[in-house]
């Protein structure tokens, strides 16, 4: 059976992008440092199983458009939690505005606009 490691995602900051993400989801740092050929730094963030590579590209990267527009770009990122209410109190300590609430079969979810403007779904499956 197949699972997925982690996915990379290119970001202005990553350490502040690291912080935030380890203070809403209580994951660490894996892994930080420059990438190979010194074109820019990269935090790994997560569990022991999986992560979250945020790569910081060196001076010159510009702003990308649109990824829903774009194929092959991010959409959101979805994380399921064990207490949907104790992180989503944890967003909003961090600053962040949860909305697009719903309670589904088999779960609930929200969403919020996390760092960088980077949307991130947190679901529940209890």
């Not at 774009?70 to 949860?98: I, S």
């Amino acid at each position: 059976m197949a699972r997925l490691e982690h996915a990379n995602l290119t970001v202005g900051n990553a350490e502040a992008f690291a912080d935030v993400l380890c203070a809403v989801f209580a994951w660490s740092v894996r892994w930080s440092g420059d990438v190979l050929g010194g074109a820019g730094r990269s935090v790994h963030v997560g569990g022991a199983d999986s992560y979250l590579a945020l790569y910081e590209p060196g001076a010159g990267a510009g702003q990308g458009v649109d990824t829903y527009v774009t194929r092959g770009g991010l959409n959101h990122l979805g994380v399921v939690v064990d207490d949907l209410d104790q992180v989503e109190a944890r967003v909003v300590a961090a600053g962040y505005h949860p909305h697009n609430h719903a309670a589904y079969e088999p779960g609930r979810r929200f969403y919020f606009d996390g760092p960088e403007g980077v949307e991130i779904e947190v679901v529940a499956y209890a």
